[in-house]
């Protein structure tokens, strides 16, 4: 990418500064307390939601931190051409969780972990031949695709709120308690980042989760008896769940490598633009296969596919603070978590109701990214008002009536009874097909990162808008 920008860093600490450790060290668990729970949520879901896991969840939290730990480290500080060099923080993508959790209830959780292991090297050749694929990404495809993610996993958001992940079926589902303790957490979590400013505002969900957790616990409704026996350092088992290769599952994970590293190329444009300058080819390719590498990496030890952060990129432009060696604190201090599985225990203890009430706030807040990103870069012309419909319908149908599959081979059912699968397939080849759109053509179809590096060979076919009568 080019390096060229406006020139207006808005940092206190660029990349390579060192704050002194005194304000290093808080600077960095701030990094880890604006992720914790977007990174701890996913395999709490998936342990409640795969019955062959029931049980496992500590084992699967400390999994989660330790991956995340390595992950952002080797971003921070890379090994080859592994790693950006910048301030990227890793940690389990909520993008799989959905569709990895249909693959587990149906081929076991070593079909899950093989899936993610096969299809990592989509994201390391994305990292290699970005001129090559971008054009059939424009935000149109991409923001249906995270639109997708967030509205298929609320069902999951409000089983969890209700009281149980098992569902409707479950004792105590619907119950005023479980609902009152989502309420809370919802309650608080809004009020913070909507009545608030600063940090309180960036750890709003983290905040929100701890008040319904006390309340919880004031209730008499959490039990601790595992806090009591869980050991005080564990050490990670490769492959404890076996490893498996479903063929549909691959296809799946594949694609939404994909959609997630698109993400990442986005975060990384928001990280370094913090800085007045474009992110370079150097560290978009780096950070799209350490994508790919840490998410197989992850997958040998137990762990969901890894991605940036975004909330972390919002923290960056927030404090001022750009420095790759503040964020590598915030690495070691996932690593030393995740070396301590009574943490993991006091995770894994918390009742269903007060994830829940976090959840759905994240859930809902994936989906408005996803608008976000067609409103502020799509015209919603006839041509793109009928792919975001059908895309989106297609996508949802599967969702809601996974019986229309019923005929198809089992794999098929699988791979397109993803919403993300069948919606985003949908855009992306009716954006191909349907004349008007012009792939990869003008600046507004390519993706934030994704802009050619000389973008005067895509101005000059637009005419310049009619002066205002406000203009200089």
Known sequence: ??????????????????????????????????????????PLILAGAVGSVTGETTFLVQMALIVAGVATLVQAFPIGPVGAKLPIVMGTSFAFLGPLIAVGNQYGLAAVFGAALIAAPV??????????????FPPL????????????????????????????????????????LAGLVLVVTVGLNQFFEGFLRVISVFVGIVVGYVAALALGVVDLSAVASAGWVTVPVPLKYGIAFEPSAIVTVAFLYVITGMETIGDISGTVSATGRDATQEEMRGGLIADGVMSAFGAIFNALPNTSFSQNVGLVNFTGVASRYVVGIGGVA?????????????????????????????FAMIFSSGARIVTQNVTLDHRNSTILALSMALGLGVAFRPEVLQQFPSEIQTLFGSALVTGGFTALVLNIVIPGGGVGAGPTEYTTGLAPETPTNVEEDIPDPAPSPDDD
């Open 1 to 42: 990418m080019a390096s060229s920008n406006d020139g207006s860093s808005v940092v206190l600490y660029d990349i390579e500064d060192r704050p002194p450790l005194g304000e290093a060290v808080p600077l960095g668990i701030q990094h880890v307390l604006a992720m914790f729970l977007g990174n701890v949520a996913p």
């Open 123 to 136: 994201e390391m050749v994305m990292g290699v031949s970005l001129d090559r694929f971008r054009e059939y």
């Open 141 to 180: 495809v991409t923001g249906i695709v995270v639109m997708l993610i967030g509205l298929t996993l609320i069902p999951t958001g409000m089983n969890y709120a209700a009281g149980a992940s098992a569902g409707p079926s479950a004792p105590g589902y619907g119950s005023f308690t479980n609902l009152g």
């Open 334 to 362: 996932l690593l030393i978590l995740g070396f301590v599985p009574k943490v993991g225990a006091v995770v894994s203890a918390m009742p269903d109701a007060v994830l829940g009430g976090g959840a759905l706030i994240l």
